[in-house]
């Protein structure tokens, strides 16, 4: 039987944040990684110049800060809501408690990447 | 291949008045090149074994009726040849629907999923006098392709969603709400999205895609799904902004 009149579901939101996290994951983190992880440990090739107050004082920006925060967060919301959804794919039926652990997941990796980069400045 | 060679067709056989259970049945069958599986079936009602049911009306792919599980893919029968499959074919009913006898399962699910989504144009007062309401090409491009559906059920034989939840609304449903929200006649896309943005609704889906790949027609049912989520997200937020009653 068919429910005509099912209550809205609140997807939409957790969806969205695995939409962001997607696309932060695919076209800003490798551009990160590439920068932070292979260019700037070989000196940029000679042309940049990185200290650690340069990079202090760019995180503690609140660009910076707010860059930073997105990287940490977003691709952690785009995962749990994979894994949640993978869970059930697999046939293993956690229900609501599956849910909010890996929601509740990602939100901690959220608030710790604030909490961190908000002590910074 | 040679003129006609010998097929092996293997049929789950189920009749609720006889069997506890289904059961494998082997039949071998004379084939050449033009051979359908639909064309193995007649053979076998016709020459083997009249007790055997299958669902089949017009033999060209636009009737929808003779969707079976040929060696576990979701196929038309009529559009499936015995001389892709040397090695033989396994024929079983679609999965994911009751078995009613043999190869014919209880679609009721299914049409009930379609007439729920309201297929039909909605809230348009045009009177025939008005004469007749002109579409441009570009309003017509939106939703064309997702017009292209036959009805097979292909896709919720495909669907492990619909497999894991018996409750969800499925691709081809859905494929057909987002049909008519897209197209510029109609104005019912408040009544639909109702059933589209419950859990069971376009969120049911997980995007595994595969109901895509098995539809005979290429309507791309995922595409639809995924572009609902997208008008039920938007939803979503206006019915947020606007307080209204979800």
Redesign the interface.
């Known amino acids: 039987m068919?429910?005509?009149?099912?209550?809205?579901?609140d997807?939409?939101?957790w969806?969205?944040l695995f939409g962001a996290g997607g696309v932060w994951f695919a076209m800003i983190t490798p551009v990160t990684v590439l920068v932070m992880g292979i260019l700037l440990p070989l000196h940029g090739f000679g042309l940049v110049d990185i200290s650690y107050d340069k990079v202090y004082a760019f995180v503690s920006s609140p660009i910076g800060g707010g860059f930073t925060v997105l990287s940490l967060s977003l691709p952690m919301w785009h995962a749990m809501h994979r894994v949640h959804?993978g869970l059930?794919?697999l046939?293993i039926h956690l229900g609501s408690v599956g849910k909010y652990a890996c929601y509740l997941a990602a939100a901690l990796v959220t608030v710790l990447a604030t909490v961190w980069v908000i002590q910074l400045s | 291949m040679t003129e006609h060679n010998i097929q092996t067709v293997n049929i789950l056989r189920y009749d609720p008045e006889k069997n506890n259970e289904p059961f494998l049945e082997t039949f071998k069958v004379p084939a050449d090149n033009t051979t359908s599986i639909q064309d193995a079936l007649a053979y076998i009602k016709d020459h083997m074994d009249k007790s055997l049911s299958y669902r089949w009306s017009c033999r060209m792919a636009i009737c929808g009726s003779c969707g079976v599980m040929v060696n576990k893919v979701p196929k038309l029968a009529c559009k499936t040849f015995l001389r892709d499959y040397p090695e033989g074919v396994t024929l079983e009913p679609l999965a994911n629907f009751a078995i009613e006898k043999d190869l014919v399962v209880d679609k009721a699910p299914f049409l009930e999923r379609l007439e729920a989504m309201k297929p039909y144009i909605i809230g348009n007062d045009r009177k025939p006098e008005d004469g007749p309401n002109l579409q441009t090409p570009a309003q017509m491009a939106k939703y064309k392709q997702f017009a292209g559906c036959i009805n097979c059920g292909l896709c919720y034989a495909a669907c492990p969603q619909f497999g894991l939840n018996p409750e969800f609304i499925g691709p081809a449903a859905i494929t057909l709400a987002h049909r008519y929200n897209l197209d510029s006649r109609d104005l019912g896309k408040v009544e639909r999205m109702k059933l589209i943005n419950g859990k069971d609704g376009a969120w049911g889906c997980t995007f595994v895609g595969y109901c895509s790949k098995v539809c005979p027609k290429h309507v791309d049912p995922a595409a639809a799904v995924n572009q609902s989520k997208v008008e039920s997200a938007k939803d979503f937020i206006i019915n947020m902004i606007t307080m209204k009653e979800a």
């Open positions: 068919i429910n005509y009149s099912p209550k809205r579901s997807e939409p939101i969806w969205g959804h059930h794919d046939q």
